[in-house]
Structures are given as structure tokens and as C-alpha cells.
């Protein structure tokens, strides 16, 4: 954040300029994670941290948040609109919302590009960032998907440890389909690997060869791996949901906080680290931007401009 904040103790606001865009913060002292007294300023300074890679994440995909406004051991909700009160300058694309809950037909999503619009967010306590796995054009067109999501959730009895053991299988499975993945710790239980892809097929083609992935892991892993949600089949195994690769689905953007007991991050990972499985960890807020600082962004790879993967086979 640029230029020198100005207090209003009477309202408890902190009014900045963030690359020209002038805001209102409030109440830059509330504990958002009683249990580590970690403050909205402190959720501030890491998204500051990271905001290149993140952006790169967040960039021309429509948004959906979750927010606590009174702290992640208060109650929470999903927001996909935007709010009243949205400065004029967040730009916002309005589409469909097939099986919408709230029976609406369409909704108005914000597209956040730059660091002043993270500010925006994070000062409205939305600690989580959900992106879809395709991108809207200049115009407000839907894409095709430019990257394929493989999603390992732990079930009940299985962790971090068996979850990195599915995922270098899965890693195996996609190398041989041509497909380059990037592992990423979910910052709750499990972790997800991103793969880019040609940007020339459709979401139900991605998801059915997700699909076919999970079933063939199954069956080569029955002990480890699980393709279908039925929670009583996912005592001490991993779930592949390959449904994430729905147009309708939404995954933790990386870098993204996670509004969880700890303060921890969806953190992009190296393949280096899955050489010791028991060791692999979820990483707070701090870890993950002393990591961007040292080492730079592991995603790169993923970023608009990064160039088309290749196209998925199918069946």
C-alpha cells in the first residue's frame, strides 16, 4: 500500500491509497484467528506479500468469497454478487448461475486485477477466494477451461501423508497423457494439483477425463483411493473429486487464506518436498509469503501469458 495512511480514531478507519485508488480500511486491530491474535492488518500485510502471485490466480475469473466478518470463529457466508458499496473502479462481469441456491438466474461477480482490489476484499474479511477453472474474455464471454484441477481430500483416518501419496500417482497418470501438474497444500486437509491445459475443450470433457482418472486410481489403489463422495467408502482413503472440473464448481484459489482455526494459505508446493510425505504440513500466512519472497512463485507456469497446455485425451 502506497502513500501514508490517514487515522480516523472516531470511526476507527484508516483511509490509504493503494496504487491510486484511495480507501476506507476499518478496524485494521480486529482479530480475525483468535487462536494465533492474527489481525485483519496482519491478513493485509500477507496479501500485500503475495498480491503478484495472486492476482495471477485471481485474474479474469470470476470471484466468489467467503467471508467472516466477525472472525473464523464466527458465523460465515458465500458471496458470489457484489456487494453495495463496491468502488466504482472493481470491474464485475455478470453471469449465469445454473442450480443456483438462492434460485437466482444470474449474478454479478467481481474480476480483481490489481492489489487495491485484494485491500477491498480482504477489508471486507472475505479470507477465502474461490475461482473457477476457466476465464471470462474481454467482452464477458466464458472460456473453456485453461487448466484441469485434481482435488485429494483426506477421509476420516487419512491425511497430508496419504493424500501425497495419491498425488504422485496422479502425478505419474498425467505425464503420461503429456500433462505437467503443480502441487498445492489446500490449506485445510488435502491438497490440489493444477494442470494447464489448451484452452480448447470443454469443462465436461475435462471432468469426464478427471473422471476416468479417479476410477483408474481406484481400481489400482483400492486401499488408498476413492472416485465417489459416499462418506462411508472414505474411512482411511483419499477422495479423488474429479468433479471440481465442473463449469459450476469453484476450487481455494492458491495463495488464497483459508478461514480456518490457523491462519494458513492454499500454498503452492514443490515436488521436492513430497520426497518426505510425513513431513509435508498445511503453511500459515507467514510461511507462504517468506516462501514468494525467497523462492518466487512455483505457478508460474500457470499465469495468464504462460502459454496453452495441451489438450486432454478422451475416451
Keep these: 500500500m502506497a502513500a501514508r495512511p490517514a487515522q480516523d480514531p472516531d470511526h476507527g478507519e484508516t483511509v490509504v491509497d493503494v496504487e491510486g485508488?484511495?480507501?476506507?480500511?476499518?478496524?485494521?486491530?480486529?482479530?480475525?484467528?483468535?487462536?494465533?491474535?492474527?489481525?485483519?492488518?496482519?491478513?493485509?500485510?500477507?496479501?500485500?506479500?503475495?498480491a503478484p502471485a495472486l492476482l495471477a490466480q485471481l485474474r479474469q475469473r470470476p470471484l466468489t468469497r467467503r467471508r467472516w466478518p466477525d472472525g473464523v470463529r464466527g458465523p460465515s457466508f458465500v458471496e458470489k454478487n457484489v456487494p453495495r458499496g463496491v468502488p466504482g473502479w472493481v470491474r464485475s462481469v455478470e453471469l449465469e448461475t445454473p442450480g443456483s441456491t438462492k434460485d437466482r438466474e444470474t449474478a454479478r461477480y467481481p474480476l480483481v486485477d490489481d492489489l487495491a482490489g485484494l485491500v477491498w476484499l480482504v477489508n471486507l474479511a472475505a479470507l477465502e477466494l474461490h475461482v473457477p477453472q476457466w476465464r471470462v474474455g474481454p467482452r464477458g464471454g466464458v472460456r473453456h477451461p485453461d487448466r484441469l484441477v485434481v482435488d485429494l481430500d483426506p477421509g476420516e483416518g487419512a491425511g497430508l501423508p496419504e493424500c501425497a501419496e495419491v498425488a504422485l500417482a496422479v502425478r505419474e497418470r498425467l505425464a503420461a497423457d503429456g500433462l505437467d501438474c503443480h502441487p498445492v497444500t489446500s490449506g485445510s486437509k488435502g491438497l490440489q494439483l493444477y494442470a494447464a491445459v489448451s484452452g480448447e475443450q470443454s469443462a465436461d470433457v475435462l471432468r469426464a477425463y478427471a473422471h476416468r482418472l479417479a476410477e483408474e486410481l481406484e481400481r489400482d489403489r483400492p486401499d488408498l483411493v476413492v472416485s465417489r463422495m459416499t462418506k462411508v467408502l472414505r474411512g482411511g482413503k483419499v477422495l479423488l473429486d474429479w468433479s471440481q472440473n465442473n463449469a459450476a464448481k469453484t476450487t481455494v484459489a492458491p495463495y488464497s487464506p483459508r478461514g480456518r482455526e490457523r491462519p494458513c494459505a492454499a500454498a503452492p508446493r514443490t515436488w521436492d518436498e513430497f520426497d518426505d510425505p510425513g513431513a509435508l504440513r498445511q503453511l500459515t500466512l507467514a510461511e507462504v509469503a517468506d516462501r514468494y519472497a525467497r523462492h518466487g512463485d512455483p505457478l508460474a507456469a500457470l499465469g495468464p501469458g504462460a502459454g496453452p497446455g495441451p489438450r486432454v485425451p478422451t475416451a
Design 21 to 50: 485508488r484511495r480507501l476506507r480500511l476499518r478496524r485494521l486491530e480486529k482479530v480475525l484467528y483468535p487462536a494465533t491474535g492474527t489481525t485483519k492488518a496482519e491478513v493485509l500485510a500477507y496479501v500485500t506479500a503475495v
